[in-house]
Protein backbone atom coordinates (compact mmCIF):
# COMPACT_ATOMS: atom_id res chain seq x y z
CA UNK A 1 0.00 0.00 0.00
CA UNK A 2 1.10 3.49 -1.02
CA UNK A 3 -0.03 6.81 0.80
CA UNK A 4 -0.86 9.75 -0.82
CA UNK A 5 1.37 12.82 -0.30
CA UNK A 6 -1.17 14.75 0.42
CA UNK A 7 -3.39 14.48 3.60
CA UNK A 8 -6.92 13.28 3.37
CA UNK A 9 -6.32 11.97 0.04
CA UNK A 10 -7.87 8.42 -0.82
CA UNK A 11 -5.11 5.45 -0.24
CA UNK A 12 -3.55 3.49 -3.41
CA UNK A 13 -3.32 0.10 -2.94
CA UNK A 14 -2.56 -3.22 -4.34
CA UNK A 15 -4.46 -6.41 -3.42
CA UNK A 16 -2.29 -9.41 -4.75
CA UNK A 17 -5.11 -11.90 -4.65
CA UNK A 18 -7.35 -9.45 -7.25
CA UNK A 19 -3.74 -7.52 -8.70
CA UNK A 20 -5.53 -4.08 -9.49
CA UNK A 21 -4.70 -0.87 -8.34
CA UNK A 22 -7.44 0.53 -6.44
CA UNK A 23 -7.97 4.00 -4.44
CA UNK A 24 -10.21 4.80 -1.22
CA UNK A 25 -11.06 6.44 2.24
CA UNK A 26 -8.55 6.06 5.09
CA UNK A 27 -11.43 4.03 6.52
CA UNK A 28 -11.88 1.74 3.53
CA UNK A 29 -15.17 3.21 2.25
CA UNK A 30 -15.80 4.47 -1.78
CA UNK A 31 -12.81 1.98 -2.96
CA UNK A 32 -12.67 2.51 -6.54
CA UNK A 33 -10.69 -0.12 -9.33
CA UNK A 34 -8.28 2.59 -11.28
CA UNK A 35 -7.06 0.32 -13.88
CA UNK A 36 -9.06 -2.78 -15.74
CA UNK A 37 -5.87 -3.64 -17.55
CA UNK A 38 -4.74 -7.65 -18.37
CA UNK A 39 -1.85 -8.18 -15.91
CA UNK A 40 -0.32 -7.49 -12.29
CA UNK A 41 -0.73 -3.97 -11.51
CA UNK A 42 2.11 -3.76 -8.32
CA UNK A 43 3.84 -1.65 -6.37
CA UNK A 44 2.32 1.51 -6.93
CA UNK A 45 3.91 4.99 -6.09
CA UNK A 46 2.42 8.37 -6.30
CA UNK A 47 3.60 11.50 -7.67
CA UNK A 48 4.81 13.82 -5.76
CA UNK A 49 1.74 16.34 -6.45
CA UNK A 50 -0.88 13.48 -6.39
CA UNK A 51 -1.53 13.17 -9.97
CA UNK A 52 -0.25 10.73 -11.59
CA UNK A 53 0.89 7.15 -10.39
CA UNK A 54 3.28 5.33 -11.56
CA UNK A 55 3.33 1.03 -11.29
CA UNK A 56 4.61 -1.69 -12.57
CA UNK A 57 2.01 -4.10 -14.92
CA UNK A 58 3.66 -7.23 -16.19
CA UNK A 59 7.60 -6.35 -16.79
CA UNK A 60 7.22 -2.73 -17.67
CA UNK A 61 6.69 0.43 -16.08
CA UNK A 62 3.32 2.38 -16.36
CA UNK A 63 1.73 5.58 -15.51
CA UNK A 64 -1.38 6.69 -15.42
CA UNK A 65 -3.51 10.01 -13.78
CA UNK A 66 -4.78 9.29 -10.52
CA UNK A 67 -8.49 9.09 -11.47
CA UNK A 68 -7.01 5.91 -13.24
CA UNK A 69 -6.85 7.49 -16.82
CA UNK A 70 -4.36 8.32 -19.28
CA UNK A 71 -2.41 5.47 -18.93
CA UNK A 72 1.37 5.35 -20.95
CA UNK A 73 3.95 2.62 -20.94
CA UNK A 74 7.36 4.21 -19.72
CA UNK A 75 9.23 1.11 -20.37
CA UNK A 76 9.37 -1.99 -23.33
CA UNK A 77 11.73 -4.57 -22.30
CA UNK A 78 12.31 -7.90 -21.67
CA UNK A 79 13.74 -7.37 -18.37
CA UNK A 80 11.79 -7.18 -15.06
CA UNK A 81 11.21 -3.39 -14.38
CA UNK A 82 9.54 -3.23 -10.28
CA UNK A 83 9.55 -0.91 -7.27
CA UNK A 84 9.19 2.61 -9.16
CA UNK A 85 9.43 5.72 -7.55
CA UNK A 86 9.24 9.57 -8.01
CA UNK A 87 11.91 12.03 -8.14
CA UNK A 88 11.17 15.11 -5.66
CA UNK A 89 10.78 16.86 -8.47
CA UNK A 90 7.91 14.27 -10.08
CA UNK A 91 10.21 14.23 -13.20
CA UNK A 92 12.12 11.28 -12.94
CA UNK A 93 10.84 7.67 -12.22
CA UNK A 94 14.33 5.53 -10.64
CA UNK A 95 13.39 1.56 -10.58
CA UNK A 96 14.47 -1.69 -9.93
CA UNK A 97 15.23 -3.81 -13.43
CA UNK A 98 16.52 -7.45 -13.06
CA UNK A 99 18.50 -8.24 -16.61
CA UNK A 100 19.07 -12.19 -16.94
CA UNK A 101 18.83 -12.06 -12.74
CA UNK A 102 21.44 -9.46 -12.21
CA UNK A 103 19.92 -6.42 -10.53
CA UNK A 104 20.17 -3.16 -11.69
CA UNK A 105 19.25 0.19 -11.21
CA UNK A 106 17.11 2.42 -14.03
CA UNK A 107 15.44 5.81 -14.22
CA UNK A 108 12.59 6.80 -16.67
CA UNK A 109 11.32 10.52 -17.38
CA UNK A 110 7.26 10.66 -16.91
CA UNK A 111 5.97 11.78 -20.28
CA UNK A 112 3.51 13.98 -18.25
CA UNK A 113 6.23 15.52 -16.26
CA UNK A 114 6.23 19.70 -16.33
Not at 96 to 109: K, Q, V, Y
Request: net charge negative; proline share 8%.
Amino acid sequence: MARAPLAGRPLLSCDLRVPRLWTMNPDGSEAQVLDESVGWDIWPSWSPDGHRIVFTNGRNLYTMTSGGGDRKRLTNTDNFDSEPSWSGDGIRIVFARDPDGHHGIGTSSDPQAR
